[in-house]
């Protein structure tokens, strides 16, 4: 069946309905990709047939979300979780009385006036396997993967399980790498680590609580977080605020 070649999170009936609906409202002449962890899942889970933990969906447009964003409005999606400068979220339940976030499709959408999505991709993706983009329409293509964009390196990484550091854009970049570390990732060198770790001292309170939350739910707990940190060559307690403050 042609469904079982999609992109795996286009398994799932309701989220590939409401995909429909998000690619239905792309304004004429307006190009938008699927960015990010959705595309690295979705290659991960085709070479490996494992599926790694996903919230949301990320796209990107080259220029203003305005008009995408009204048709999504039209369609009955809300705006989500807080928007940032560049960054507008809006999501859809897909079942009526929908109250958890799985219960939810969330699309994170990205913008700038950078058209080129490769030079977008090469300046924001924190980290290689980040680095990839997908025209939105093609989620609906059984060889979807033949239209992917990527950084240098990005599907070898993944092919061989392996962080590689890209961009240093985030300061909880670290704690990407643990959690990646957790589902089977080597980790990244340590002197590539140690960009991301210094990042770690820009973390504000809220990120910090809100960042460990999803290491210790996908680490199984702070000890084991702890051990994939020494791992990494990584001596201080990076889950301390205490700790962190003093980097």
Same mark, same amino acid.
């Given at each position: 069946? $042609?469904?079982?070649?999609?992109?795996?999170?286009?398994?799932?009936?309701?989220?590939?309905? &409401?995909?429909?609906?998000?690619?239905?409202?792309?304004?004429? +002449?307006?190009?938008?990709?699927?960015?990010?962890?959705? @595309?690295?899942?979705?290659?991960?889970?085709?070479?490996?047939?494992?599926?790694?933990?996903?919230?949301?969906?990320?796209?990107?447009?080259?220029?203003?979300?305005?008009?995408?964003?009204?048709?999504?409005? +039209?369609?009955?999606?809300?705006?989500?979780?807080?928007?940032?400068? #560049?960054?507008?979220?809006?999501? %859809?339940? !897909?079942?009526?009385?929908?109250?958890?976030? %799985?219960?939810?499709?969330? &699309?994170? &959408?990205?913008?700038?006036?950078?058209? #080129? @999505?490769?030079?977008?991709?090469?300046?924001?993706? #924190?980290?290689?396997?980040?680095?990839?983009?997908?025209?939105?329409?093609?989620?609906?293509?059984?060889?979807?993967?033949?239209?992917?964009?990527?950084?240098?390196?990005?599907?070898?990484?993944?092919?061989?399980?392996?962080?590689? $550091?890209?961009?240093? &854009?985030?300061?909880?970049?670290?704690?990407?790498?643990?959690?990646?570390?957790?589902?089977?990732?080597?980790?990244?060198?340590?002197?590539?680590?140690?960009?991301?770790?210094?990042?770690?001292?820009?973390?504000?309170? #809220?990120?910090?609580?809100?960042?460990?939350?999803?290491?210790?739910?996908?680490?199984?707990?702070?000890?084991?977080?702890?051990?994939?940190?020494?791992?990494?060559?990584?001596?201080?307690?990076?889950?301390?605020?205490?700790?962190? !403050?003093?980097?």
């Amino acid at each position: 069946m $042609v469904e079982n070649k999609l992109p795996v999170f286009m398994h799932d009936k309701k989220t590939n309905e &409401i995909f429909r609906e998000v690619v239905s409202c792309i304004p004429k +002449k307006t190009k938008i990709h699927l960015v990010g962890g959705a @595309i690295r899942n979705s290659l991960y889970y085709k070479y490996f047939k494992k599926k790694l933990p996903s919230r949301d969906y990320d796209v990107y447009i080259g220029g203003s979300p305005k008009k995408f964003i009204s048709n999504l409005r +039209k369609k009955g999606f809300v705006y989500g979780k807080l928007n940032r400068k #560049n960054e507008r979220v809006v999501k %859809k339940r !897909k079942s009526t009385g929908a109250k958890e976030l %799985k219960d939810f499709v969330f &699309i994170d &959408i990205h913008f700038s006036a950078e058209k #080129n @999505i490769l030079k977008s991709l090469q300046k924001n993706a #924190n980290f290689t396997i980040n680095g990839f983009a997908l025209p939105l329409e093609k989620v609906f293509s059984g060889d979807w993967y033949k239209s992917i964009i990527s950084v240098k390196n990005a599907e070898k990484d993944i092919r061989n399980r392996q962080i590689s $550091v890209n961009a240093y &854009i985030h300061p909880a970049q670290l704690y990407a790498c643990v959690r990646f570390v957790s589902h089977g990732f080597k980790p990244p060198t340590e002197k590539e680590a140690e960009g991301p770790f210094h990042l770690l001292k820009k973390l504000r309170k #809220n990120q910090l609580k809100r960042n460990l939350r999803k290491v210790f739910e996908q680490t199984g707990g702070k000890m084991k977080a702890r051990k994939i940190a020494k791992r990494m060559g990584i001596k201080e307690d990076i889950f301390s605020l205490k700790v962190i !403050k003093t980097l």
